[in-house]
């Protein structure tokens, strides 16, 4: 049953006195705000804020605590709610993975609703009514694919954009404009996009904002958070920290809010200050991208690999990891010659590996935070052919404190952990064992503003201790924090260095836009 308020028809949502408790403890502490129409709110907060519990909140997948209350363009809403409820209410929902079935047609990813069917239960599926809808939506947001393209060829990029025009395509039957009446909750859209594909996403985002589009707007990016909201909703230890305009916000000011306190950098001497020897070379390394690479880390550096979609980045990283084979080349580990057939060959010679893909590749969601910490090092706590359980448990205890795991609790599940926690257990057995060399991938791929800051002063540390480090990244921002010397690829071929005061973002952007020069 709805009820009409006097709520402001400016309002496109409000929420009053919600709470959620699980087992005694509130993951959200009477939280009241409301998200204007035709704006943009960003929802923020660290992981572990309540973000996600607000989210499943929304959707009906949570009930909340007696007593809070929700307005939906100014109808109040009895709680509790089903899916099925906030569907009507023009609720939509875009997480990350953005829900598309990838051995469907983008037309039938649309059509999980009986607008299309024929009158009667059984009636069928008008395919010429479903795809004229579908491509007039389509239209809408600028994408030129057909409505029969399957989603599976699609790119990351333009699934989201596909995700993104779903929500909305049922706004014309209001009448009332042309995005006026649907809420959509984007969370993380472009935390596994690159870096040039995201602009698309958020110039995206801005026209639909123009036309009268209404989003809650969930990301740890804060300088998308700057570009696109209208105001900041800020959610810490359950709580409403901040419910703000956004106006004048630097991004660091952001960041400042979001995680309580100003955040530090750890200091780590220049490679000029410590002169390492090369831990590892390559000399015309080549493969399916990469063409005649020729590449060098020293002990105690951190060496940034960028470059556009396509440059042979991951590709590069696979190869020193043993996890691909070169076609040609040759590698060295000091003046030793290296070559790996399988990762476990490079971690046997000192080389080891933090995946792109972290829940994918990097741990075993089910298991707890010991067993991933000493995944493939149990030799190191055997004796005599015998796992000596004491010896592992002291060592990954060991481990998680120095690589500042939390909560404190080996017997925890990697899947309960935030994805700033997973990612520092898989940096823990990947650097925690010795070794000479670590390569990383995206190291600081959907992790908050606080999991990223810690997860780099762990970077800086493990190089300053002598750990020659390789990081494969799209976020220009996180080689100027990070790295002694960038190299960029194009089109799998090394084609320009950026050194000192030449790492910078827009200088980067430059280099990889083959518009600049090389350092």
């Known amino acids: 049953m709805e009820t009409v308020t006097s709520s402001s028809a400016t309002e496109a949502l409000r929420i009053t006195g919600l709470s959620k408790t699980f087992a005694g403890q509130k993951a959200l502490d009477d939280v009241s705000f409301a998200v204007p129409r035709g704006k943009i709110t960003a929802l923020l907060g660290m992981n572990g804020s309540g973000k996600s519990t607000l989210i499943k ?20 809403v009895t709680l509790p709610m089903t899916p099925e409820a ?57 994408i030129s694919a057909h409505p029969s393209t399957l989603v599976g060829k699609l790119n990351p990029t333009l699934r989201t954009m596909i995700g993104l025009a779903r929500a909305f395509q049922d706004e014309e039957e209001v009448g009332t404009g042309a995005f006026a009446r649907n809420v959509v909750v984007l969370d993380e859209p472009t935390a596994s996009l690159p870096a040039h594909e995201v602009d698309t996403i958020l110039t995206s985002l801005e026209e639909l904002k123009a036309n009268g589009g209404t989003v809650i707007y969930v990301s740890h990016r804060t300088e998308e958070v700057k570009r696109l909201a209208d105001q900041l909703v800020i959610l810490r230890d359950g709580k409403l920290v901040a419910d703000e305009p956004t106006g004048d916000l630097s991004v660091d000011d952001i960041v400042t809010r979001v995680v309580g306190k100003k955040l530090e950098k750890t200091r780590i001497p220049r490679p000029s200050e410590r002169e390492g020897k090369v831990a590892l070379s390559a000399q015309g390394l080549s493969g399916p991208r990469l063409r005649e690479v020729d590449f060098q880390v020293r002990s105690g550096e951190i060496v940034g690999v960028a470059g556009l979609v396509g ?11 043993g996890a691909q084979v070169p076609a040609s080349g040759v590698m060295r580990m000091g003046r030793q010659a290296y070559t790996p057939k399988s990762p476990a060959d490079a971690i046997a010679a000192g080389v080891a590996c933090v995946p792109q893909e972290r829940r994918r590749e990097g741990v075993v969601l089910p298991m707890s935070v ?114 002694d010397r960038v190299v960029i690829l194009d089109r799998g071929r090394l084609v320009a260095t950026a050194e000192g005061d030449d790492i910078n973002e827009e200088h980067l952007a430059l280099l990889c836009a083959r518009t600049g020069k090389a350092a």
């Not at 605590?65 to 307005?71: F, H, I, K, R, W």
């Not at 440059?311 to 990891?321: D, H, N, V, Y």
């Not at 935030?418 to 010795?434: E, I, P, T």
């Open 370 to 483: 010991k067993e991933n910490i000493t995944l493939g090092r149990l030799r190191s706590f055997t004796a005599n052919g015998t796992l000596r359980g004491k010896r592992e448990t002291s060592g990954a205890n060991d481990l998680m404190e120095r690589f500042s795991v939390k909560p404190r609790d080996l017997s925890r599940v990697v899947g309960l952990l935030s994805g700033g926690n997973q990612q520092k257990v898989v940096v823990a057995r990947a650097a925690g064992y010795g070794g000479t060399v670590l390569l990383l991938d995206e190291p600081t791929q959907g992790v908050d503003a606080l999991a990223k800051q810690e997860i780099a002063n762990i970077i800086r540390q493990l190089a300053s201790d002598g750990l020659a480090v390789v990081l494969a990244s799209t976020d220009f921002e996180e080689f100027v924090g990070l790295c």
């Open 311 to 321: 440059c042979g980045r991951s590709e590069l990283i696979r190869m020193l990891a």
């Open 57 to 76: 909140v929304l959707a009906g997948v949570y009930q909340p605590d007696p007593g809070a209350s929700l307005l939906v363009g100014g109808a109040e």
């Open 86 to 142: 906030a569907h009507r209410q023009g609720l939509r929902f875009l997480h990350q993975d953005v829900g598309l079935v990838d051995s469907l047609s983008i037309a039938d990813n649309f059509a999980f609703v009986d607008k299309f069917r024929a009158p009667g239960i059984l009636g069928p599926i008008s395919v010429r009514r479903q795809h004229d809808h579908v491509a007039a939506t389509l239209a809408k947001f600028g």
